[in-house]
């Protein structure tokens, strides 16, 4: 059973940064694709990004394309998500996704085996 833990994220002012970080509990977890999905108040939960399990493809959601980088490092188990000129409407509870298939919709929600607990981010105006 692979455990997501994920750190980063709070308050901060539109405009500024802030990293997400996801690690995973197994070393299986190497051959996982790993990524985000995100939940406002009142809304669905919604694909961001995702990083194949060799790191050699990612993809984003268009809303976040040229903000948002996702990166791993694989000896550490660990996904990271950075993200830069925030907006309010990024504001969101941020969950990191792990599954042995790589995702790039919402829509593939549905099918994940792992979830880790959740980060707020909330961006203020």
């Known amino acids: 059973q692979v455990q997501l833990i994920e750190s980063g994220g709070g308050s901060v002012e539109a405009g500024g940064s802030v990293r997400l970080s996801c690690t ?10 790993m990524g985000w999905f995100r939940q406002a108040p ?4 919604e694909f961001v990004a995702a990083v194949t399990s060799t790191g050699m493809r990612v993809d984003y959601a268009n809303s976040v394309k040229g903000r948002f980088a996702i990166s791993r490092e694989s000896a550490e188990n660990t996904a990271y998500l950075q993200i830069h000129s925030l907006k309010v409407e990024d504001t969101a509870i ?6 042995p298939s790589f995702f790039t ?3 593939a929600a549905a099918r994940i085996d792992y979830w880790g607990q959740g980060t707020q981010v909330t961006v203020s105006s």
């Open 42 to 45: 009142g809304k669905e939960r």
């Open 24 to 33: 995973a509990s197994e070393r299986t977890s190497t051959l996982f694709a």
């Open 105 to 107: 919709s919402s829509q």
């Open 94 to 99: 941020y969950y990191c996704a792990a599954d």
